[in-house]
C-alpha cells in the first residue's frame, strides 16, 4: 500500500493476468489491467486501469448478481457489448452495469489501435457471476476467492 501519489501506469500488473480456467484464459490475453485501487490498499472498492490490445476481449460477455461495475474510455474505440447490443465506444464515453439485472456486458477492441480505461466495480459479498455464452460460473466464496465451475458445478 503507498500512500503517495504515482503515475497510473507505473503500478505493474499483476503476475496473474486472469482467474478464468483454460480454455477460457486464453480469450483475455491481450488485456493488461493495472489495478490501481489494490494499489492504494482500497478495499470496498477496485479500480483498474486497462488496456486491450487490437482483437482482445475485456472478459467473457457476463453480469453480476451483486456488484455493479462502471467503464470510462480514455483511450481508442473498444466496442461495447451489452447482452445482443453493440456500441462504438470513444474517448470521455463511459457505462454503468448495475448488478442484478442480467444485462450481460463485455468490451472488445476491434479496432487496430490499443483502447485503454478505467473500470470501477465495488466488492459486495456474495456475488455470482454468469457468463451467458460460455459454460462457466463465477462464485465468490466469504474469503473474497472466486470459485469457478461449470453451470452445472463441477470444478474446472
Given amino acids: 500500500m503507498k500512500s503517495i501519489p504515482v503515475a497510473?501506469?507505473?503500478?505493474?500488473?499483476?503476475?496473474?493476468?486472469?482467474?478464468?480456467?483454460?480454455?477460457?484464459?486464453?480469450?483475455?490475453q491481450g488485456r493488461t489491467k493495472r489495478k490501481l485501487g489494490d494499489h492504494f490498499g482500497l478495499t470496498n472498492f477496485g479500480v483498474n486501469l486497462t488496456h486491450?490490445?487490437?482483437?482482445?476481449?475485456?472478459?467473457?460477455?457476463?453480469?453480476?448478481?451483486?456488484?455493479?461495475?462502471?467503464?470510462?474510455?480514455?483511450?481508442?474505440?473498444?466496442?461495447?457489448?451489452?447482452?445482443?447490443?453493440?456500441y462504438l465506444l470513444k474517448p470521455g464515453d463511459c457505462m454503468g452495469f448495475k448488478a442484478g439485472t442480467g444485462v450481460a456486458h463485455q468490451l472488445v477492441n476491434r479496432s487496430?489501435?490499443?483502447?485503454?480505461?478505467?473500470?470501477?466495480?465495488?466488492?459486495?459479498?456474495?456475488?455470482?457471476?454468469?457468463?451467458?455464452?460460455?459454460?462457466?460460473?463465477a462464485t465468490q466464496l466469504a474469503s473474497g476467492v472466486w470459485a469457478l465451475t461449470h453451470k452445472d458445478g463441477r470444478p474446472y
Fill in 52 to 86: 486491450l490490445a487490437s482483437g482482445a476481449v475485456s472478459a467473457l460477455l457476463h453480469h453480476h448478481s451483486k456488484q455493479d461495475e462502471l467503464v470510462y474510455i480514455l483511450q481508442g474505440t473498444p466496442t461495447l457489448m451489452l447482452d445482443k447490443q453493440e
Fill in 112 to 137: 487496430a489501435e490499443p483502447a485503454i480505461y478505467i473500470e470501477i466495480g465495488d466488492r459486495t459479498e456474495g456475488d455470482e457471476v454468469e457468463y451467458p455464452q460460455d459454460d462457466l460460473k
Fill in 8 to 28: 497510473a501506469e507505473t503500478i505493474p500488473p499483476p503476475d496473474k493476468k486472469t482467474i478464468y480456467p483454460a480454455p477460457f484464459a486464453s480469450l483475455v
